[in-house]
Nanobody, 122 residues
Framework: VQLQASGGGLVQAGGSLRLSCAAS????????MAWFRQAPGKEREFVAV???????YYADSVKGRFTISRDNAKNTVYLQMNSLKPEDTAVYYC?????????????????WGQGTLVTVSS
């Protein structure tokens, strides 16, 4: 699976952005898809995951503000980000996992996109 993330940019605090991650390959629907992010000087952290049948899980820091979704017909996963805060500034990565268990562990994800930068100004 090859992943291509897009949609990042500069936005003011309180604003919204929608990230997209387009996947190649015919088996997209069989993968759990997740978003991670890495802020400057910090380790990569889990943001959200959506499993193959649509169940979702979020990091506490984004719960209620971000929504992950997928369109298996378009081989695409989305991250709708609302009420953005300066602390959401990071490079956002999409990732795919074939693990049957819901996981927030980045090492369980074998496929990664190139990252898209989100900058939230105060």
């Amino acid at each position: 699976v090859q992943l291509q993330a897009s949609g990042g940019g500069l936005v003011q605090a309180g604003g919204s952005l929608r990230l997209s991650c387009a996947a190649s390959g015919r088996t997209f629907s069989s993968y759990a898809m997740a978003w991670f992010r890495q802020a400057p000087g910090k380790e990569r952290e889990f943001v959200a995951v959506i499993r193959r049948y649509g169940s979702t899980y979020y990091a506490d820091s984004v719960k209620g503000r971000f929504t992950i979704s997928r369109d298996n017909a378009k081989n695409t996963v989305y991250l709708q980000m609302n009420s953005l805060k300066p602390e959401d500034t990071a490079v956002y990565y999409c990732a795919a996992s074939s693990s049957p268990v819901l996981t927030t562990n980045q090492y369980e994800y074998g496929y990664w996109g190139q990252g898209t930068l989100v900058t939230v100004s105060s």
